[in-house]
């Protein structure tokens, strides 16, 4: 099953098998596989039982007086699973030679000529401590029944996360204390303290079996919850003594991002990328960096704050820059060289390149050896059909860094001063595309959801848009504002209502962002105010 998965299988100083790399919807699949073997959870990460170590004892041993194996199988079958407090751990030696380094335990068991010696409140860790003698010379139920008491009462009375060392330490009378609960039953509760374990016996269920029957928990064992065939490509393995182990940080650097991809890659090595192989020769491509492009959003930000970002992420390194600005600003040209600009869409009184166009120099562009960013207006995925251009790029071998943007649908009301959600104003808002008209179930459900609704591209259906809001019982004195070219010196905002926008936006054009709700009533109250670079931008009130 490990070599099926591929994953990092070691045996622990605990006696447990350690099995590492599955990701978490392999996980059910994982566990059918070793509970169908008879196999079940250690409880690797759980407050409870980690492990009952043990010594070959008297099977084995020439030294041993008892039977270690039998004793530590008896107590791992009962009180596996039991939840408490910490952590906690036993150890069965066969002989005072203490092969299992039972002492060291939270419970253990040493055996003697005359029976079992029992010591309590040992652990390892930061702080190690030695378990204390809690009584000696022990028949086989005698020895149960006293780590029955002990372990119950410790999960009764300590506090959280605290390890047994500890809680017997502040126990007001120390270990003094709890021999008399658990030997002398001082308290009169020893029945009960029992009475509880043999219940955690009674009830006990595997985990990995319980889930498995449960259809509810197996809907956590997924990555996305959205998409729960879809594995996690943020994980990444590099092979080491011929299995596999979590890449570092640097490793993951050189091996570059890896995007939209069904399984998890494993490297066969870390291959080291200089400047100069970056320009090389197309048809032996460098390893890692091959055919590589950026998308990059956030054309609207800050003026100059995007060309920073594009520098870093291609243009620095002999790029090609494919660009979609909405509106003219001038910004391509900060720019500069050693970058390519093309223009592919949108600039006003250009005719828009195809989709199809846009993608395929994409790719030509990369398979040159080039660094290809594809700079964008607002955010690559909202109404920017980066989904589309990513999946024809890695269709074709090119591997993909998607740097996100602030969508125009927030930073242009922003812009504005308005802000698309306010306490007690609205709590939620839409986004619309204004490009095709909207059928009448949309608009019924557009309208009753109420909040803030933003249209993009939306002046040439305006008319219709308006309408049917008012059809599907949008008040006409809602209001609605147009910001045109934001974030620019020529950003212009229209304020009107849903019954009167029509008529007062007849001078508008494209690029706009459309608001609709009463967040616009906002705009230039509260303190909120356009930046200080389009503070000369004109407001027009109808």
């Not at 003594?241 to 069904?262: D, L, M, N, W």
Request: net charge positive.
């Amino acid at each position: 099953m490990a070599q099926d998965f591929g994953l990092y299988t070691k045996i622990t100083g605990g006696q447990r098998i350690d099995l590492f790399g599955a990701r978490l919807e392999q996980l059910p699949e994982i566990w059918k596989i070793l509970v169908d073997a008879g196999m079940e959870s250690g409880q690797a990460y759980g407050k409870s039982l980690r492990t009952v170590k043990s010594c070959v004892g008297s099977s084995w041993c020439r030294y041993g007086v008892q039977d270690s194996v039998a004793m530590a199988i008896k107590l791992e079958l009962r009180y596996r699973g039991l939840r408490s407090p910490h952590k906690f751990k036993l150890g069965v030696s066969g002989c005072a030679r203490e092969c299992a380094e039972a002492r060291g335990k939270d419970v253990g068991v040493i055996a003697t000529a005359d029976g079992w010696n029992v010591y309590v409140g040992g652990n390892g860790g930061a702080t190690p401590a030695h378990a204390q003698l809690l009584a000696k010379d022990l028949d086989d139920e005698t020895l149960i029944s006293y780590i029955d008491r002990y372990l119950m009462y410790y999960i009764r009375t300590a506090e959280r996360l605290q390890r047994t060392a500890r809680w017997q330490e502040e126990l007001d009378g120390g270990l003094a204390h709890v021999v008399d609960v658990v030997v002398n039953d001082s308290l009169g509760i020893a029945a009960d303290l029992e009475a509880a374990m043999n219940t955690h016996v009674g009830n006990y269920e595997d985990e990995w079996a319980a889930t498995l029957a449960d259809p509810e928990r197996l809907r956590r064992f997924r990555s996305f919850v959205n998409a729960p065939e879809v594995a996690d490509d943020s994980i990444m393995f590099v092979p080491e003594r011929g299995q596999i182990r979590p890449a570092t940080a640097s490793e993951k650097a050189e091996a570059g991002p890896v995007r939209f991809s069904s399984h998890i890659p494993v490297r066969s090595s870390i291959a080291s990328t200089t400047k100069g192989e970056l320009h090389g020769n197309p048809d032996k491509p460098p390893p890692h960096w091959t055919y590589r492009t950026h998308h990059v959003g956030g054309w609207r930000a800050r003026p100059g704050r995007s060309v920073d970002t594009t520098r870093r992420q291609g243009f620095g390194r002999g790029g090609c820059g494919l660009l979609r600005p909405v509106g003219s600003h001038g910004r391509s040209r900060r720019l500069g060289s050693p970058g390519h600009l093309r223009g592919c869409g949108q600039n006003p009184g250009h005719h828009k390149v195809p989709q199809e166009e846009i993608t395929s120099r994409m790719i030509d562009g990369a398979r040159s050896g080039l660094h290809v960013v594809r700079l964008k207006g607002g955010d690559p995925f909202v109404f920017g059909r980066g989904g589309e251009e990513i999946a024809g790029a890695v269709a074709a071998g090119i591997a993909v860094t998607v740097v996100p943007g602030i969508s125009s649908s927030i930073a242009v009301p922003g812009a504005a001063g308005i802000p698309v959600t306010h306490r007690n104003v609205s709590h939620l808002f839409t986004v619309v595309s204004g490009h095709a008209p909207l059928t009448t179930s949309e608009f019924t459900h557009l309208a009753g959801l109420g909040g803030t609704i933003v249209v993009l591209m939306g002046i040439g259906t305006l008319p219709s848009l308006m309408a049917g809001l008012r059809g599907a019982g949008l008040a006409s004195v809602t209001p609605v504002a147009i910001v045109e070219n934001g974030f620019s010196h020529s950003q212009r905002t229209t304020v009107a209502t849903l019954g009167t926008i029509v008529h007062a936006s007849s001078a508008c054009r494209n690029p706009a962002v459309i608001v609709i709700g009463d967040v616009v009533n906002l705009a230039g109250e509260h303190g909120l105010t356009v930046p200080n670079f389009v503070a000369d931008a004109y407001l027009q009130t109808a």
